[in-house]
């Protein structure tokens, strides 16, 4: 990196290919630059990537690049993720919301938008927020409540530091902690339950060492199977919704003859799994008779 405490004239462009060359990585580098810069967005960035730098620029990108080579992932490095529409802050105490989640949410928007004139959801084990916030965000503003939970507490911290940063739609959002359905009112029944719960098996070693060892345990992994938290939400859950109201989880690619198992022995119908991006089962979804 140039020297940033006696040149203060570097410029972006610089910066960039010297990034660039230090992570070997040129779509990292320059997200790491634009962040760096605080630009607002990418061509912002562009049309700016003559200006220099200031010395505090310069610093914000050496720490975040010794983060990055240090193995960290880029989303924490960045502190901030796109998931649907929204923004996210991230750190270490949430799971990166991820592309297949992003399925899982559409899925649940579906199903809570056929519902009206009023519509109350639950995102349980919300992490970041991302699900329940990109309900908020782009279900009706009139008629939505959406509730989201976590047995995180530094979980939900940074789930209501996003829901700050929300705007409007924050008003339809009620956060809660505890542990799945406890979480929730006792006398309150919901349209949509949806969840992207930790459904790895201990020990699997699928789980790239990128994701154990710097995403949150307690955010991917259940019991031997993978199973424990599917199996505990989805037997709770039918008692929570409304007659015809639906349970959306997010699965495991091998976890979906296991799901639509587990859902019809509970009572559900219309069980379906589908696919993610990647063509891979990824969401199960199962509705409460209509009475
Ligand atoms: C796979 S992460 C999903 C985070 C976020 N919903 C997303 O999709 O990016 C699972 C989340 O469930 C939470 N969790 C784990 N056990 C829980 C429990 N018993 N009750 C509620 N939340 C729990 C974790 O803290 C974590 O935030």
């Not at 140039?2 to 230090?22: G, H, I």
């Not at 240090?70 to 919301?97: H, N």
């Not at 349980?124 to 699900?131: R, V």
């Amino acid at each position: 990196m140039p020297d940033s405490t006696d040149d203060q004239t570097v410029s972006w462009r610089a910066l960039l290919a010297e990034t660039t060359q230090l992570i070997g990585d040129s779509a990292h580098a320059r997200w790491l630059c634009e962040v760096a810069s605080s630009s607002p967005s990418g061509d912002e960035f562009m049309a700016e990537i003559e200006q220099s730098a200031t010395i505090r620029m310069v610093a914000h990108l050496e720490a975040m690049v010794a983060r990055y080579r240090a193995g960290e992932p880029l989303q924490y490095v960045l502190g901030e993720w796109t998931f649907r529409r929204i923004e996210l802050a991230i750190d270490q105490r949430v799971l990166i919301p991820r592309p297949e989640t992003e399925v899982v949410a559409g899925v649940a928007i579906e199903k809570a938008a056929a519902v009206g004139p009023t519509r109350t959801v639950a995102d349980l084990g919300t992490g970041s927020g991302a699900i329940g916030l990109a309900l908020a965000d782009e279900l009706p503003r009139d008629g939505t409540t959406v509730w989201i939970t976590d047995a995180s507490v530094d979980a939900l911290n940074v789930a209501r530091a996003n829901l700050a940063g929300l705007g409007p739609a924050a008003r339809n959002v009620r956060v809660a902690h505890g542990s799945w359905l406890d979480a929730l009112p006792v006398d309150q029944q919901f349209d949509v339950i949806v969840s992207n719960p930790p459904y790895v098996a201990i020990g699997s070693p699928d789980v790239e060492s990128s994701v154990t060892d710097w995403e949150p345990a307690h955010a991917l992994f259940a019991g031997r199977d993978g199973l424990d938290d599917l199996r505990l939400i989805g037997a709770a859950a039918i008692d929570r919704l409304h007659d015809g109201g639906w349970l959306v989880l997010e699965i495991g690619a091998d976890q979906g003859n296991a799901l639509r198992e587990l859902m019809a022995a509970v009572g559900y119908d219309e069980i379906e799994i589908r696919p993610d991006l990647a063509g891979l089962d990824r969401v199960a979804l199962g509705r409460r008779p209509p009475g």
